[in-house]
């Protein structure tokens, strides 16, 4: 199907172990995006990619990476996972510049 | 620093009534303007959107309207239903420099149409 996925939809993992979600789209559009979504903050952007081998840091990079080998593919890699980065998560692209399609989301439990 | 507000975290409307919700900017770097909804359990999902080139863009019970010189834009909808309850947010985007190819988000409004 079309469409924008994540993976998994759920998980729980403990203080200090490495956590990879995933995000994939069937749209090969150009730009992809991570965000976090907590409560009081809306969302906020970790990090964005404006195409394959590109990426960048947004608002909140720090203790994830990411990397994008493939234009369809979006990882991101919390290398030791805290309790502060237990969060919903949500993968987006677009095409272009503005309006992106959004993901169903991760939620991340980190006890 | 938030460069896109909303100030309002909730926002209760009766059925049928006009909801209105609003935001506002700081960076006047910022050309688009867009809405999106969230429902719990799910990704936000666009909803509609304005170009800095005007004032007013329609889609059926949406409106957007957007006050460039106040820095403002705000999201009627008319009738309100209670399948409209769910969080809404603001977002905004430029063409140059560090907001080039970015959205930035407001934190959002749940919205509650109440029967």
């Known amino acids: 199907d079309a469409g924008i996925t994540q993976s998994p939809r759920y998980k729980i993992t403990e203080t200090g172990r490495q956590v990879t979600l995933m995000c994939h789209q069937t749209?090969?559009?150009?730009?992809m995006f991570w965000y976090r979504q907590d409560l009081g903050h809306g969302l906020r952007l970790i990090y964005y990619s404006a195409a394959a081998d590109i990426t960048d840091k947004g608002e909140v990079p720090d203790g994830y990476v990411v990397s994008r080998s493939k234009t369809e593919n979006f990882p991101l890699t919390l290398e030791s996972a805290t309790r502060s980065q237990t969060s919903v998560y949500f993968c987006?692209?677009?095409?272009?510049?503005?309006?992106?399609?959004f993901g169903p989301g991760t939620r991340l439990t980190v006890l | 620093d938030q460069q896109v507000k909303q100030n309002s975290p909730s926002l209760s409307v009766q059925e049928g009534r006009i909801s209105i919700l609003n935001c506002d900017y700081t960076?006047?770097?910022?050309?688009?303007f867009l809405w999106y909804k969230k429902y719990p359990a799910e990704g936000p999902t666009f909803l509609i959107s304005?170009?800095?080139?005007?004032d007013k863009n329609e889609d059926g019970r949406f409106t957007v309207f957007l006050n460039k010189s106040a820095k403002h834009l705000s999201l009627h909808i008319v009738p309100s239903q209670p399948g409209d309850s769910a969080v809404y947010f603001c977002a905004a985007s430029g063409r140059t420099g560090s907001t080039l190819g970015r959205l930035y988000f407001g934190r959002g409004t749940q919205l509650t149409v109440w029967p």
């Open positions: 749209w090969s559009h150009s730009y």
């Open positions: 960076n006047s770097m910022f050309d688009y």
């Open positions: 304005i170009s800095s080139i005007k």
């Open positions: 987006a692209s677009t095409p272009r510049r503005d309006t992106q399609y």
